[in-house]
């Protein structure tokens, strides 16, 4: 086994043993939307039957995604010594590897960063609700309710 390999074996793990099993069945996550109507005088079988389904991410891919970019930016012997490409490209490995995803369509490199724009662009919303419910918080507030109240202005107002 080479350096990579091992390297790659010990982040899944790292992976694996950072959240419990979401659900015995992976599958059940899955949705799918129908593709748009693209319009024009063409029959699908003119088309193409086979026109591609857009997949939702379910929370359990969403968790994955997360952990796997985790795992790959944290990583202390590459740390911040790669490009662009090669980062997602290890990211992507990472998510399509774990076994919390086995039966589910492969992500794309490409899908993998959209997604993760979209769980960090909501994550970066949810840290400055929580700034302003820190900057409220008054004497007796527990850490709870300051969470309490970062929620209610995440879903109530935004940011």
């Not at 390999?5 to 069945?25: A, G, T």
């Not at 389904?53 to 790959?72: C, G, P, Y």
């Not at 590897?97 to 909501?122: D, F, H, M, T, Y």
Request: with cysteine.
């Amino acid at each position: 086994m080479d350096s990579h390999q091992s390297q790659s074996s010990s982040f899944l793990h790292l992976l694996n043993s950072q959240q419990p099993p979401i659900n015995e069945n992976p599958t059940q996550f899955m949705s799918f939307q129908p593709s748009p109507d693209l319009g024009g005088s063409g029959s699908r079988a003119e088309i193409g039957e086979d026109l591609k389904q857009r997949s939702k991410w379910s929370t359990a891919e969403d968790l994955v995604l997360i952990s796997a970019w985790l795992n790959t930016s944290k990583d202390a012997v590459v740390g911040n010594e790669q490009r662009a490409g090669t980062f997602w490209l290890r990211i992507t490995s990472c998510y399509n590897a774990s076994p919390k995803v086995v039966g589910l369509a492969k992500r794309e490199q490409k899908k993998c960063k959209q997604r993760w724009g979209k769980i960090n662009e909501g994550a970066c919303k949810f840290v400055g609700c929580y700034d302003a419910a820190t900057k409220q918080r008054t004497s007796g507030q527990s850490e709870d309710d300051v969470l309490k109240a970062a929620h209610e202005i995440f879903f109530n107002h935004g940011l």
